[in-house]
């Protein structure tokens, strides 16, 4: 280990506790457009990253260039065995949930997910769309190194957070996306709803169903099961852009 690579590893492990792993390029790339408080960044070759920075997104290229740490494969082999596909991974400060804040966009509710590829999927639809927050309920952590891989570091784009259950959400009418509600291409969906969506295998729960304020449907060809969480948040979301004056363009 080289005297570079004994100064990565000290402020590695120096990092703040709950310190989020971003990895690779865009993951870091999103993180520092959406004000992450960024604590280290690591690459195995940065005039690499730069030059894909100036390729991608120029206006971080300086900044990787002047606070990238260069360490060696196998070193960041070590820091995170899973690798990195661009040769670049970054720890960040975790923010502080503000899920109660005032909003113009709708907060989505993931009900108990177990996928952590399907949360990362739904919180770079949020990002996209604007929504004002991401939550879950159950013991998935919505920060999983695997969850914000899937989201490619958007989560620094709204607001991540985990609730206790579906009786601890903010204010706003609350739509769960239910087979027996009333079709989605007929509602109009407010800025303010909450959008909840049950498990990937067993839907929403009969708590949140009473919870329910509307109950809504996507349609289904017959004989087809289910949609993708992450496809269903997708087509919600899309439709209440549809009529909401707030709604990105």
Do not use: C
Not at 96 to 106: D, F, Y
Not at 190 to 215: K, M, N, Y
């Amino acid at each position: 280990m080289n005297p570079q690579e004994t100064q990565t590893l000290a402020l590695w492990r120096a990092a703040s506790p709950g310190a989020v792993l971003l990895d690779g390029f865009h993951a870091v790339k999103h993180a520092l457009r959406f004000g992450a408080e960024i604590e280290l960044v690591v690459t195995t070759d940065r005039a690499a990253v730069v030059a894909l920075a100036d390729e991608l997104a120029a206006d971080v290229g300086d900044y990787l260039e002047e606070t990238a740490h260069e360490v060696s494969e196998p070193f960041l082999r070590d820091l995170v065995p899973r690798g990195s596909p661009t040769g670049v991974v970054a720890l960040a400060g975790r923010p502080e949930p503000e899920p109660g804040r005032v909003r113009s966009a709708p907060i989505v509710l993931l009900e108990n997910p177990r996928n952590l590829g399907n949360v990362g999927a739904v919180v770079r639809l949020a990002a996209g769309f604007g929504v004002a927050a991401v939550l879950t309920t159950g013991d998935l952590d919505p920060w999983h190194p695997n969850v914000v891989r899937g989201s490619a570091g958007l989560h620094f784009a709204t607001t991540v957070a985990r609730v206790a259950s579906p009786h601890a959400l903010p204010a706003g009418p609350v739509f769960v996306l239910d087979p027996e509600g009333a079709d989605l291409r007929d509602i109009e969906i407010p800025d303010d709803a909450i959008l909840a969506f049950g498990t990937e295998r067993h839907g929403v729960s009969a708590a949140l169903r009473e919870r329910a304020d509307r109950l809504v449907a996507i349609p289904m060809r017959p004989k087809v099961s289910s949609y993708n969480l992450a496809t269903s948040v997708a087509m919600t979301l899309f439709r209440w852009s549809a009529t909401s004056a707030n709604a990105p363009t």
